[in-house]
């Protein structure tokens, strides 16, 4: 019996044992990204034993910790809903600590050039940037803004000094703007290009960059035309950058703990357009200083609960002392010159202040609610006294002359002298919450839900003195003899503080039929705003529907395969209100109209987007029809980027076109696109007439507005040298055709004439000296990428009009006088990546 027990006793500790040497495991840990390296949230982590899965989720940094039996290979899957799964080979030895870094891929993980075809934004008007192009651009703007404008729908108005950009027909300020959730604002007093600087967003904090040119959802806010959806980066290592050209530069440091509990990411940014505007036919000295730092810190409190910090604080200084100015224009009936002396200076001061504090709290991995406090401050001044002397010489243009091109006689001759004392000081404070409901494995539905709040207190502190006077061959106009007359005359002094409040919810599904052949869906969304300043609420339902149908069409017609095709259709409406800010109560003569309401529009969008398979190679055709019906419009005439407002709601208007982009391939392993509008956009004014020689009243009706552009088109291609990679090229082209304008003072009606078609091209030829690309390439081993490359602005040298000097003849005849843009130059540009 003893035996017995003691033969049953070495067994079980066999067994024991043997149990205990089976279960021996290692450790593998690492962190889960996306394609720009932001850390994926409550990422699923597994392995299968059988038909069970044994793993964790990623926490807010994107890190795991996973056991996993040792001495064998096991595959460990990685999934996410918004991601394509992906799975890795892991083999450790006993007690060993195995690293394990993984990128997904968005879902699908089709990726081309400024897009990335996924599934969200192939259903929704909404289209996603790579914010990696924008520094590529040939271009005086080579960040965000610069890739904005190569967008289907995006006029070229504003030139290539300026930031702003018109959509649709719309102007500047019918534009939203968000960081982090967190809408931006302009300057108010900015009138010309090249005083406007630096834009809100730093290209070298950015992760991902969102654009709809119209037809957007419910959660965004209240504007006419469009949004650009931005959001800053979530390092999760130390890395950083260096860019020097002539036209300034930047530089950002980022980084994170081991734990990925705190990260960091900081850029500071130089720019100066002292040397293109040199350029410009109005010689002087130009000394523009524009300088700024940002920062984006973020800090786990816990697994569900985030705090993060934006700040920003940007100056932006333009000095200008002109001296002389000569022009030359016309026909060939009618050539002309205009020559200026100057006296004088410019001095522009624009400080702006912003800082945001945010809770993000994640109850579940398909759960989230966010809570901001932000406060934005500009403190604007803008100042000159400059007197010019100005001679209007008609040219010699008969062809063989020996003086072709030389004055030979004057026409006109006088003096101006324009004045401004202006200063703005603007606060904006807000608090917002936002909810997000998502689809998840764990749902059985496919539904989204979002809904949010905000309560936003503005004041703006305003004063405005700026006049223009007038001289021509010794007498002031208009005409007195008994006082001096100012051509044009501006006072203002207001002080506005109201509060607004705005809510939203959406909510989204996505349905199959019973055969999974076809997938459709919808989100539906309302918003609400109220204003207690003129004391109007305002309801905006939205509705956006898509499809996905399962077509297919022959590959091969000699095998007789079949390939699906890969397209979406989508149509969204809605009604989009755009209260008024500040700008649009101040009337041409300076006094604010407290009785002005929201201008409202309502999109009606058709799309689809088209991805097929051309010469081995995947594209992409987008296609936008849309017509927007708009009412309560403020008329506003624009001067270079200044918008100025009537002040009344007395318009109403539509804009109608389509808009196509061709993404993809044009060249093997290099992205380009190109982009074609044709659109129209007309309004028409209540109280608009005239009597013509008989005494009739003559109602014009419909007239052009000052976003008119018919046609626009644009192409950013790329290229490389046959056999060597390293040498790039990258070319951008625009054509726009000439927008309406009219005489000063005039009426909306007389503002039929047309700026020149505007045609550029700038091109870039780029050496490639370290990528990441090649891990084998031992040099510059610290550095990521490391690249030099010669840009060519204007490369025809094309004299483009952004505005008009008005001139009168000894017979008081006006002239406008075209304004150009800058000539050609050259320029020079480094940039690392560490």
């Not at 040199?278 to 700024?292: E, Q, R, V, W």
């Not at 912003?354 to 403190?379: E, L, N």
């Not at 109602?699 to 490389?720: A, C, E, H, L, T």
Request: glycine share 8%.
């Amino acid at each position: 019996m003893k035996t017995a027990l003691k033969n049953i006793l070495i067994l079980f500790l066999i067994q024991i044992s043997g149990i205990g040497f089976a279960q021996q495991t290692c450790n593998v840990q690492g962190r889960v990204s996306d394609e720009f390296q932001t850390p994926v949230a409550f990422a699923h982590v597994y392995y299968k034993v059988g038909k069970n899965k044994v793993g964790t989720e990623t926490n807010n940094g994107g890190r795991f910790s996973l056991e996993i039996p040792a001495n064998k290979e096991i595959t460990i899957y990685i999934s996410h809903l918004q991601f394509s799964e992906t799975f890795r080979m892991v083999k450790g030895l006993p007690n060993e600590n195995v690293k394990l870094n993984v990128t997904l891929k968005i879902n699908p993980f089709l990726l081309e050039g400024t897009e990335i075809i996924n599934k969200k934004s192939r259903e929704t008007s909404i289209h996603i940037m790579d914010s990696k192009k924008a520094s590529f651009l040939p271009t005086t703007n080579a960040d965000i803004m610069g890739l904005v404008k190569l967008m289907p729908g995006v006029s070229t108005a504003g030139g290539e000094f300026s930031s702003q950009y018109a959509v649709r027909g719309g102007n500047f300020d019918e534009n939203l703007v968000y960081v982090n959730d967190i809408e931006v604002y302009r300057p108010f007093l900015i009138r010309s290009g090249q005083q406007e600087g630096l834009s809100f967003v730093n290209t070298d904090l950015t992760s991902k960059v969102t654009f709809s040119a119209g037809g957007f959802e419910a959660k965004y806010g209240d504007k006419m035309s469009s949004v650009l959806d931005i959001k800053y980066k979530k390092p999760t290592e130390f890395g950083g950058s260096v860019t020097g050209s002539l036209l300034g530069g930047s530089a950002h440091i980022e980084g994170a703990t081991k734990n990925h509990i705190f990260t960091h990411i900081t850029g500071v940014r130089y720019k100066t357009f002292s040397y293109v505007l040199n350029s410009l036919d109005t010689k002087g000295d130009y000394s523009p200083s524009f300088a700024d730092i940002q920062t984006y810190l973020t800090y786990d409190l816990s697994p569900k609960f985030e705090l993060n910090f934006l700040g920003n604080y940007a100056m932006n200084k333009y000095l200008f002392k002109p001296t002389d100015r000569q022009t030359s224009y016309g026909t060939v009936s009618e050539a002309l010159s205009l020559k200026v002396y100057f006296d004088g200076q410019e001095v522009d001061k624009f400080t702006t202040m912003f800082g945001s504090m945010a809770g993000i709290y994640k109850p579940r991995d398909y759960v989230q609610m966010k809570f901001i406090a932000s406060a934005f401050q500009t403190v604007e001044q803008e100042t000159f006294d400059i007197l010019g002397q100005y001679y209007l010489n008609e040219l010699d243009k008969q062809l063989g002359s020996d003086n072709l091109g030389d004055s030979i006689s004057n026409i006109g001759i006088g003096s101006f002298l324009d004045h401004a004392r202006n200063y703005l000081n603007a606060t904006v404070l807000n608090f917002s919450y936002k909810g997000y409901i998502f689809p998840h494995i764990k749902r059985k539905n496919k539904s989204s839900v979002l809904w949010g709040m905000k309560i936003q207190h503005e004041i703006i502190d305003d004063k405005i003195n700026e006049w223009k006077l007038l001289d021509s061959a010794g007498y002031t106009l208009p005409y007195s003899d008994t006082v001096v007359n100012l051509s044009e005359s501006l006072n203002s002094l207001a002080l506005l503080q109201s509060t607004r409040a705005t809510a939203y919810f959406q909510y989204g599904r996505t349905y199959q039929d019973s055969l999974k052949r076809n997938t459709y869906g919808y989100n539906a969304g309302i918003r609400g705003n109220y204003w207690d300043y003129n004391n109007q609420l305002l309801v905006s339902p939205r509705i956006n529907f898509f499809w996905t149908p399962t077509w297919y069409q022959k590959k091969d017609t000699i095998r007789n395969e079949k390939t699906k095709t890969d397209i979406v259709f989508r149509f969204s409406t809605g009604y989009y209100y755009q209260p008024p800010f500040y700008k649009e109560l101040r009337g041409l003569d300076g006094i604010i109209n407290p009785e002005i309401r929201a201008q409202k529009s309502i999109h009606f969008v058709l799309g689809s987007d088209y991805v097929f398979e051309a010469w081995d190679r995947t594209f992409k055709l987008m296609t936008e029809l849309y017509y927007k019906y708009m009412t309560n419009l403020i008329p506003y005439d624009v001067d270079n980027v200044r918008i100025r407002y009537y002040a009344t709601n007395n318009s109403k208007g539509y804009a109608t076109g389509i808009d196509f982009k061709l993404h993809g391939e044009f060249v093997k392993g290099v992205e380009s696109w190109v982009n074609l509008s044709v659109m129209q956009t007309k309004e028409n004014l209540t109280d608009d007439y005239y009597f013509d020689t008989t005494g009739t009243t003559i109602f014009p009706g419909f007239i052009p507005r000052p976003g008119d552009q018919r046609v626009n088109f644009s192409m950013f291609f790329q290229d490389y040298l046959p056999g060597n990679k390293s040498y790039k090229m990258s070319l951008n082209l625009v054509y726009g055709t000439g927008m309406p304008f009219g005489p000063p003072n005039g009426q909306k009606y007389q503002s039929v004439l047309r700026f020149p078609a505007y045609r550029r091209v700038d091109i870039g030829f780029i050496k490639v000296i370290k990528t990441d690309e090649n891990p084998e390439d031992k040099k510059f081993k610290n550095f990521k990428n490391i690249w030099i490359s010669l840009e060519i602005f204007n490369l025809l040298g094309i004299n483009n009009t952004i505005s008009h000097t008005w001139i009168r003849d000894i017979n008081n005849r006006q002239y406008a006088v075209p304004n150009y843009l800058s000539g050609r130059r050259l320029n020079i540009k480094l940039h690392a990546e560490f």
